[in-house]
Structure formats: structure tokens, C-alpha cells
């Protein structure tokens, strides 16, 4: 990198880190090294995503690349060579490059069951963490993910792109202006068609894959390709259905735009109705969250042809989404007007109280993806707190976790702003926490 280059990249870091809250972290020893090394722990799904996204940057080295199933060492390591003329290091256990002692962070692209383990370790390792939505598993491993964070001094940030995208930042800002009114409610919308998961036989465990390292702290079962890959997200040992898959997102952008604590009371509706198959999460779910000032809606129907995300070819043009056709879009009612916001790009409108539209701000999506890697590089450098630190990661999360929890006990909660539990309610808090698997234990103390 040229001393120009260097110093444009250094210039942009200060500026993108002086709006974050300042904390007093202690500074990675790059030295001389000028790019963030890395490691990408899971290969598929967001992971094929973050490789080149990291890889194609000039300021960081993609060093090692980690997944229980070697089948896909091959593809992604010559993916990477292709890009940076250097091949990266490929292992089944994470854990083996955390030995390193150049390895500045890690992008976690994991099923959710590792999320907060895999973020601990990383964290007692001395290394700052991208972590994919959701944060956590369970309410109890995002409370041991922020605590790591802390205790280690570690720049730890989730996967929820929009929190670097410009337009969610002056939408924030419309919103909490004078014009807009009080918000009182707030709908929240995932929806579209998604597809059938078939039964299938437990079979033997495919060549190549450390199926041990896969199930890590989820219980011990046979092999299944329904509990492998991408269909462990409609399962509970895994994760909790569409409303942490991909509801979290338009959640987080929801929480963030509200600014509200902790709700008082959850509760949820819902049902398979239309899947006759081997999920085990709803694919039609409510949830109603009662915050002090205003109530918070989510909607979904997983079998819904109509409802679609913003289409690509939208996604970065100046062009507003069909807002009733929108699927994972978030409604904000104000007292004097209303806002559409679009969680894939697609920017916002704003009507007035005779259904006017009075104000637009277009969004562009991809550019959130690079912003967000942008941050997390910056906060390495900075030691700032990113724009998705995992302390408002996991609050967007526990709403997620209390819409599964109240939809699983079929009743109205309570919950208690200091464990972040619930009030009274045994079988609710039973699932605060899961039982884990030697050896693959969050810690009690971290």
C-alpha cells in the first residue's frame, strides 16, 4: 500500500470512527503490518459471501479459511488464491488458527448454535469477531457474548448490514424528528414464498466432514441432512425459524429505529399451516411486543408468492420498492406521518396525514454489505465500538427469542428488564438457557 494510499485509509478511519462512542480498549499490535489479517470460520451461505468480500480488499489478508466439511476447502481456497495470489490455510477446527498470533479477527459465518461459543473463544484468544445475525442461540449465550466483549476488550460486530447503510441512518433521523410525530407503533413485516424441507433418513456421516465439530454445542444426533447445512434453520437445536434467519434484520432495524429499552410483555400466535414437512418452526408467526410508550408488530407467512424481498434490480437504484408487496419491510406510525422503510435497499417514503407522499430518501444495498466489513476493519484500527456492536446485536436478538419463547409456551410473558428473563414463568426462563455438550460449553465465566 502506497503512503497515500495509507494515509486516505487512515484519514477514513478516523472520520467513519469519531460519531462511535469512544471506549478505552487496548490497541491490536499491528506494527508494521499494514492490512487486517483474518480468518472466515463456515464456508457456505454468508460465508461464501464474506470470502471474497474480505478477500478482494487490499487492506486485509484472508489467512485461513475454516469448516467441519473439508468438501469445500478446494473451491473457496482457490477462490481465494484467484483473487490475492496467495492461498489461505484450511482447517476443520477454528480453533487451530486462534494460535496465531498476527490474527487480528474473525468473520463467523457458522450455523447460530456456534455463534456464542465460537465468539467466546475468540474473544479469550485476543481477537475481535464479525459475527453473523443472529448473535445468539439463546438469551443467555448473547449475555456471555457481550460479556466477553468487554472483559477481553474485543471490537465485536453483527451481521446486521443495514446499521452501516446511509439511508437507515437518515431514516433514524427523520423518524426522531419534530415533522414525524410520537411513534406509537411500528409494524414489522417478513414475509415470502419460501420452500418445502422433505423428510429425509438419518444416514451415515459424508466423507470429509467432522460432524462432532459441526454439532459442537447442540445435542448429540445422528446424521441428517435436514440438521446439516442450510435446512438447520427451520430447526430448534440449531436455530428458531425465519424470525432469526432472516426476521432479525428487519427486528434490529425496527429496535434501532424506536430507541427503546426492553419491552414489558411479549406475546405470540401462529402455526405450520401451510408446510406439511420436516421444519419445525412456524411458517406463519405474529408477535406483539409492548414497549412502555408504543407497541411493536411482527408478521410473517413463509408461503406467500406475492410478498417478495426488494428484487435485486432494485436494490441499488434510485427506485422506491412496492410498498404493499414489500416483504421485509418495517412500518413506522407516527402521530403526524408514516414511514415505509425498506430493509434490502430501496431507501424510505414518508406520507402526511392526507396519504401524501412528502419526502423520499432512495438506499443502496450492496454498498451497506461493504460499509459494514468497512467499520468492523475500522474499529480494529480505531478500537471504536462499530455501528452493530454485539450489545445492540443482542438486544435486537432477545426480541427474536422472546417472540420464539412466548410462541413455544402459547402464552403472554412478562419479562424482567434485569436477567432479561421472564417474570414467574419457570417453563418460559427454561428456555434462557440450553444444556450443552462436553466439550463444547459457553462458560459460566468467561
Not at 214 to 233: C, D, Q, S, V
Not at 416 to 429: H, L, Q, V
Amino acid at each position: 500500500m502506497s503512503s497515500t494510499t495509507r494515509r486516505d485509509f487512515l484519514k477514513h478511519t478516523l472520520l467513519a470512527s469519531a460519531a462511535a462512542a469512544p471506549v478505552s480498549f487496548s490497541i491490536n499490535a499491528l506494527g508494521a503490518n499494514e492490512r487486517v489479517i483474518l480468518g472466515l470460520m463456515g464456508l457456505r451461505g454468508r460465508g461464501s459471501f464474506l470470502a471474497p468480500l474480505a478477500a478482494t480488499r487490499s487492506d486485509v489478508e484472508l489467512r485461513y479459511l475454516a469448516d467441519p466439511d473439508s468438501n469445500f476447502f478446494e473451491p473457496r481456497a482457490s477462490a481465494v488464491e484467484n483473487h490475492t495470489g496467495k492461498r489461505p490455510v484450511c482447517m476443520q477446527d477454528f480453533r487451530e488458527m486462534l494460535d496465531d498470533p498476527e490474527l487480528d479477527g474473525i468473520l463467523m459465518a457458522t450455523p447460530d448454535h456456534w455463534h456464542a461459543l465460537g465468539t467466546v473463544w475468540a474473544c479469550q484468544a485476543g481477537k475481535d469477531v464479525y459475527v453473523e445475525k443472529p448473535a445468539s442461540h439463546s438469551i443467555w449465550e448473547g449475555q456471555q457474548m457481550v460479556k466477553a466483549a468487554r472483559k477481553y476488550e474485543r471490537v465485536v460486530q453483527m451481521g446486521v448490514q443495514n446499521r452501516s447503510a446511509e439511508y437507515c441512518h437518515k431514516a433514524y433521523e427523520h423518524v426522531h424528528s419534530k415533522e414525524f410525530g410520537k411513534v406509537h407503533f411500528v409494524r414489522v413485516m417478513n414475509s415470502k414464498r419460501h420452500g418445502n424441507v422433505s423428510f429425509k433418513e438419518d444416514k451415515e456421516v459424508p466423507a470429509g466432514v467432522n460432524y462432532d465439530m459441526w454439532l459442537g454445542p447442540a445435542p448429540l444426533r445422528p446424521f441428517n441432512e435436514n440438521h446439516f447445512h442450510y435446512a438447520w434453520h427451520w430447526l430448534w437445536a440449531y436455530s428458531g425459524g425465519d424470525i432469526i434467519n432472516d426476521g432479525v434484520h428487519q427486528i434490529d432495524l425496527a429496535h434501532w429505529m424506536i430507541d427503546q429499552p426492553l419491552p414489558q410483555k411479549v406475546c405470540s400466535a401462529g402455526n405450520k399451516h401451510y408446510f406439511d414437512d420436516a421444519q419445525e418452526a412456524p411458517d406463519t408467526h405474529t408477535v406483539n411486543w409492548e414497549f412502555d410508550t408504543l407497541t411493536m408488530v411482527f408478521e410473517q407467512t413463509l408461503w406467500a408468492p406475492y410478498m417478495k424481498k426488494t428484487p435485486m434490480e432494485v436494490r441499488d437504484l434510485d427506485m422506491l420498492p412496492n410498498w404493499p408487496f414489500s416483504g421485509t419491510r418495517v412500518e413506522i406510525y407516527g402521530t403526524e406521518q408514516i414511514m415505509f422503510l425498506g430493509r434490502h435497499g430501496g431507501g424510505w417514503e414518508v406520507f402526511d396525514k392526507d396519504g401524501k407522499s412528502v419526502k423520499v430518501e432512495h438506499g443502496y444495498f450492496e454498498r451497506s454489505n461493504t460499509d459494514h466489513l468497512s467499520n468492523f476493519l475500522d474499529c480494529i484500527r480505531s478500537r471504536k465500538r462499530p455501528n452493530a456492536d454485539i450489545e445492540l446485536g443482542h438486544r435486537s436478538t432477545l426480541l427474536a427469542h422472546y417472540g420464539n419463547i412466548a410462541y413455544r409456551t402459547g402464552r403472554k410473558l412478562s419479562i424482567d428488564a434485569d436477567t432479561e428473563g421472564f417474570i414467574d414463568d419457570s417453563e418460559a426462563n427454561s428456555y434462557v438457557k440450553r444444556p450443552y455438550r462436553e466439550p463444547w460449553v459457553v462458560p459460566e465465566i468467561v
